[in-house]
Structures are given as C-alpha cells and as structure tokens.
C-alpha cells in the first residue's frame, strides 16, 4: 500500500512536495519524485514496502529503455505472477527478484495497445499511474471494485492526480472538495472539479490528432450492465430476470460448500507478503472466520480489537465480549485496544481529515479505527486483515431487512447495488483512516472477484433460513462453517461497527461533522500539526529525480 501523485498541471516542484508529504502517511519507506523536463510532467511516489523490501524496488519505477513509467498503489495477488511472471522476465530484464510493481510495470508495457482489456486479467487490490513518455500520455486505473482510492482533477488540457483528496489540495490552494452525492450539492456557482477514478475503470490522457489533450474515461468492469439471458449478467432488472438468474438450483449444502472454497483461496492468494501479517477480530462472524481461515495457514496470527471505554459498567455483549470468546476459542492472541470518549472527542476533526468524508456513519467508524491502527502499527506490523465486503455480498444490513427482505428481486438487486456502491463508503473509508493512523494496510479475501461473483450468484431464497421469513442474515456463510466454530459466534446477532465498538453516540455530532468537513475540505483551513506530523517527511527526505 502507498501513496502516488503527479500530473503536468503544478506551478512548480514545491507544490509536488507538498502534495507527496501531505500523503506521506501512506507510506516512508521511500518517497520519490520524478520530473520529465520535456513534458513537464511529474510522476511522484510515497512506498509502504510489503512485497520486495529491497530499495530497488522503490517507485516510482521506470523501464529499463526510460519510455515507460509506473507509480503503483496495491498488492498484486499470487494468481498474477502464476500466470505472468516467468513468460514476461524472459522477455524483458528486471532489476527486482519479487516487486509486483515491476512485474505490473512491465504487463502493462506489453499490453500497451490494449490496456483496457488487458486490466480484466489483472488480479488483485491496486490503482496505478502509467505514464507513457514518448506519447506523452497517461493513464490512470483502478481495481473492479475499488479497494483503493485514487482522484485526479482534469482542467484546461492539464491534469493532476492523487491517491487522496489532500494530495491535491495541499499540491493546489484553489481546489475545493464538496463531496457531492445525491444528498449533498456544491454550493450555487461552483462545481466538483476533483473527481474519482471509477472502479473497474481507466482514465487516459493524451493529445488527439489535433493537438488537442483530451480525458477519455473507458470501462472495463460493469455490475450492472443490460440483462442477458443468455449468459445471465448479475443485474436483475425485472421478475422474468431473476427467474432466469436463478433457473438452477444446487441446493444450500453445494453454495455453502462452494463459497467456502473460494473463500479460503482468496485467503491464501492474499498471503503473499514479505513482512508479518495480522487481524482484525471483533468477534462478529465475518472478522471471526477470516481469523479462523488465517490461524490454519499461520499458527502464530495475532489479532486487534479496538472498543471504546465509558465510565459505567458494560453490561453489553460487544465486540469486545465476543472478540475475547473468539480469541480463546480459535487460540489467537488479541490486542485490546481501549479508547476513552475523550479520546474520540480529541481526534475528531483529524479523523475527518483522514477520512475526507462529512457523514458521521463513516466518521463514526474512522475516529475508533485510527487508534486500531496506531496499536497495528506499534507492535510491528503493516498488514492486517478484515472482514469487510460480506455484508454486502449478503446484504445483511438492517435497512435491507426492513425493506427488501421479503421481495427477492429487490433483495438482490440491494446485493448488487451494495457491492457496486461499496467504494463510496466503507471501503474507501478503512483505507484511508488505517493509512492515517499506523500506515496499515487492510487486506479484504470477501472482496476477492471469484468470492464476489459466486457470493451474488447464490439463489435468493438461501438469504436466510426460511426463504426470506426467517431471521438469519447471512445463512449460507454460517453454514459453511457450522461445527467447526461455536453456535455462540456463528449464529452471533449483526451489530454494525459503530454499535459494536460504541461510536453510535456520534450520529448526534452531525453538524460538527459537517462544520469541520467545510473547514477542512472546502476553506482549506487545515491545522499545521496535520500537514507536520511525526513521519519524518521533511523536505530532505523526498529525492527528486530530473529526467529527459
């Protein structure tokens, strides 16, 4: 996990330094910048290192012919170099043993006429800048499902981009970033000019045959495309849809069975790393089967759980309740990481900046998680794993229950919507506030693309136990694992994050949400410490490369 920026629309280097150090929480194990003096273009890179720690392996990397040039934020998974590390180091010369970043560097150079259809073989969690210096062109793209964030503001035949929000902003003074959404407008007169690179997406720059620069935005990657019976696409758009959708039925033992199997391989695809690796667990059925899944293929995992303290007895089953149950029952070691309301109230305003999101839902979330990984990162580690996306994939939310439950079209079609919407919030969210807080990246198996797309596939009527009269959110996955992790966890009621971990009581600071959200994001009165923290980030630290 790092962090990137770059683009030709910066007045001078200083403004690339300062967008680089205001992300440099995103990685301090090398942070680089590189100038193309013909163009004017810069490519820029802060590095979390987790697959190849060798310095050679820093970025951003460029070919050994100078004509191409990446800067990559993400892991690429172990089905990546099984299908193309051997073919392509025999054709082209690495200067890394093991970077995934150059093995992507040079699939992308190989499929640099087609890279929209190359980015569908791509495996893993990743956005990425590549810049193609004799076309003087770039190209910007994302995972499917946008495990990683990425923006990039497009003005005046010019462009910047940039892992997060501040990047820009700190880069380029004038920039305001209103987080419009269906509920949330800019204000009369002004516009959204930072926009988000869309998940299974590539934004290209380059000049026509004009000279004219244009952004072209393409997509390689579609939930929600027009309904096939033929090959039925996920979408359901109607009842004659889903009947065809769901024309086959392998009984609940079989998707049980089979979602499980592709659980557990993402779990081991994701594995790959060179620097130790551990999890959350807050006792709920999601964070306790991945920690289950983890603890068979490593036998010394630890685990984190993060709750919020009060001054009366807790007589609430809570995450932290069920989180010690869990560690016991499956023999993990567990971190309690206990915070104060004080605490929460202190780092308020800096969660929302580590966030860059005015909804208390994410706030909530985001000001508990930043203390997480302020303990993850402490006891040495960079990379954690989670349960988040299973929710979606079963649409297990109270909201769904209350209104979607007992129509299965509109059941379904939440699921989708769900898991196409998630880099909107919750995903997105994490990432930052876990970057933030300890330089921790979050690793996600639910998220997997053949966990997802079997997950949505599973018939409707196996949404709970009773063909939607019943209470249990998520049957088939408590199913898959059913004897094997007690009754106590398996069947544990859902309890959203906030209530589990007791930040629910922010939804009342909505106003102070909003109010520190316009400060920070749209006056950009942003506060010395958060652009001056402890990261050792100053000037000296960030090499500048010129280049032809």
């Not at 909201?399 to 997105?428: E, G, M, S, Y």
Request: proline share 3%; net charge neutral.
């Amino acid at each position: 996990m790092c962090g990137i920026l770059g683009g030709n629309n910066f007045n001078d280097i200083q403004e690339v330094k300062n967008g680089l150090a205001s992300i440099m929480h995103r990685g301090t194990d090398g942070n680089v910048i590189f100038h193309f003096e013909k163009n004017d273009f810069y490519m820029s890179h802060n590095r979390l290192s987790i697959q190849d720690l060798s310095e050679s392996a820093n970025q951003p990397l460029i070919s050994e012919n100078e004509k191409f040039v990446l800067a990559f934020n993400g892991e690429m998974w172990k089905p990546f170099f099984r299908k193309f590390n051997n073919k392509l180091r025999k054709k082209y010369n690495f200067k890394t043993e093991r970077s995934d970043s150059e093995l992507l560097l040079y699939y992308l150079i190989d499929n640099r006429d087609n890279i929209l259809e190359a980015m569908k073989k791509l495996d893993g969690m990743f956005c990425f800048a590549f810049y193609d210096v004799e076309r003087n062109q770039l190209t910007l793209g994302r995972d499917f499902i946008g495990r990683l964030p990425l923006y990039y503001a497009f003005e005046n035949e010019k462009i910047v981009f940039s892992s997060e929000v501040k990047g820009l902003q700190s880069a380029n003074k004038e920039l305001k970033f209103f987080n419009v959404d269906r509920n949330r407008k800019a204000p009369k007169g002004e516009e959204e000019k930072i926009k988000v690179v869309e998940p299974g997406t590539i934004v290209t720059v380059s000049e026509n045959l004009i000279g004219v620069t244009n952004c072209e935005i393409k997509r390689w990657n579609d939930f929600k495309p027009e309904f096939n019976p033929e090959n039925p696409t996920l979408y359901t758009r109607s009842e004659t849809d889903l009947k065809l959708f769901e024309k086959e039925d392998k009984g609940i033992d079989y998707y049980a069975s089979e979602f499980r199997k592709r659980l557990e391989q993402a779990v081991d695809d994701e594995l790959i790393s060179d620097t130790p690796i551990c999890t959350i667990l807050s006792g709920g059925i999601d964070s306790t089967i991945i920690t289950y899944l983890l603890k068979k293929k490593n036998p010394n995992i630890e685990a984190f759980v993060v709750n919020v303290t009060s001054n009366r007895k807790q007589t609430l089953k809570d995450d932290l309740y069920y989180a010690k149950i869990a560690s016991k029952e499956l023999g993990v070691r567990l971190h309690e990481v206990n915070v104060s309301k004080e605490d929460i109230q202190n780092n308020l305003k800096e969660s929302i900046w580590a966030s860059e999101t005015h909804k208390w839902t994410q706030v909530s979330p985001a000001v508990a998680q930043l203390f997480l990984s302020w303990e993850i990162r402490d006891k040495g580690y960079k990379v954690v794993f989670g349960g988040e996306g299973a929710d979606e994939i079963f649409a297990s939310y109270g909201d769904v229950k209350r209104f979607c439950w007992p129509d299965p079209l509109a059941w379904h079609q939440k699921r989708v919507n769900l898991i196409n919407n998630l880099h909107k919030n919750n995903l997105i969210r994490t990432n930052k506030a876990m970057m933030y807080g300890g330089k921790v990246e979050l690793r996600t198996p639910f998220l997997n693309k053949e966990v997802i797309d079997f997950g949505l596939r599973i018939p409707t009527r196996y949404r709970d136990e009773a063909d939607g009269k019943g209470n249990i959110m998520k049957y088939v996955l408590r199913k898959a694992f059913e004897g094997e992790i007690s009754d106590e966890l398996l069947w544990r009621p859902k309890k959203t994050f906030q209530q589990g971990c007791h930040t629910d009581y922010l939804k009342k600071e909505q106003d102070t949400i909003d109010q520190y959200f316009n400060e920070l994001f749209v006056e950009n009165k942003v506060p010395t410490e958060y652009l001056n923290r402890s990261l050792g980030h100053v000037s000296a630290r960030i090499k500048v490369t010129e280049l032809a």
